[in-house]
């Protein structure tokens, strides 16, 4: 039998979505959200050796991936084709999904430092306006890190930022973090560390004694709308 063929592709990729408990991991990462091995194998209540085995398998079929995150391993839909197809499916079935509700404290939540950048709702959207905005494009040399168009290095040297010297540092300039509360990425490297620390120059966010919670200023909205609408101030 040739492996290659479609209908046989389709039917090992049927047969991983079709086990109830998988089916339920991968309902559980439609919103986008990454999520661990426990917080998976609780959501399709079973052991933790057998969610393992099941993350496994559809890792084999390429219905998900693993995000190294520190210590942390994390899994998500591999892409947006399986989001697709999953989708399709639930139509079909006449299911509804659920959404994802984070228990992280909501000060944390909306803003906080990850290590030396901007993470939270305030980091996560800072990464998809600087992507909406055409500012920010994959690398073509590095599949995990992010490149600057010459329209966003004029933007952003325009709100005061320092490109040369972040370009100097010796780590990647800009990439993907995922983000602990919010389970989508936010932006991480050199970039967003000079962002950070520019927004902290500029009085746009301002930083907690006591903790790694960030607040957004009104200052941030009406000086750099662009990176931080939507996002409430404090």
Do not use: N
């Not at 986008?32 to 052991?47: K, N, Y």
Request: proline share 4%.
């Amino acid at each position: 039998m040739d492996v290659s063929t479609a209908d046989f592709r389709l039917a090992h990729v049927a047969g991983a979505i079709a086990e109830p408990a998988r089916a339920r991991m991968l309902c559980c990462l439609l919103d986008g959200h990454a999520r661990t091995a426990t917080e998976l194998a609780a959501a399709a209540d079973v052991a933790a050796s057998t969610a393992s085995a099941h993350l496994a398998r559809l890792k084999a079929q390429r219905l998900i991936e693993m995000v190294a995150q520190g210590k942390h391993r994390y899994f998500r839909l591999a892409g947006p084709e399986v989001a697709a197809a999953l989708e399709g499916l639930m139509v079909v079935a006449g299911v509804a999904r659920s959404s994802f509700k984070p228990s992280t404290p909501s000060p944390l939540r909306a803003a906080r430092t990850c290590y030396d950048h901007m993470a939270g709702t305030a980091g996560v959207t800072l990464h998809d306006r600087l992507h909406a905005e055409g500012w920010l494009v994959p690398s073509t040399a590095d599949a995990q890190a992010y490149e600057l168009t010459p329209g966003g290095e004029r933007a952003l040297e325009a709100l005061g930022l320092d490109l040369q010297a972040a370009r100097a540092r010796r780590r990647r300039f800009a990439c993907a973090c995922l983000d602990w509360s919010e389970r989508r990425p936010h932006l991480g490297g050199a970039l967003a560390a000079a962002l950070l620390q520019l927004s902290l120059q500029r009085g746009w966010v301002r930083q907690d004694l006591d903790s790694r919670a960030l607040k957004l200023t009104p200052r941030a909205l009406r000086d750099a709308p662009l990176l931080f609408g939507g996002v409430g101030a404090a």
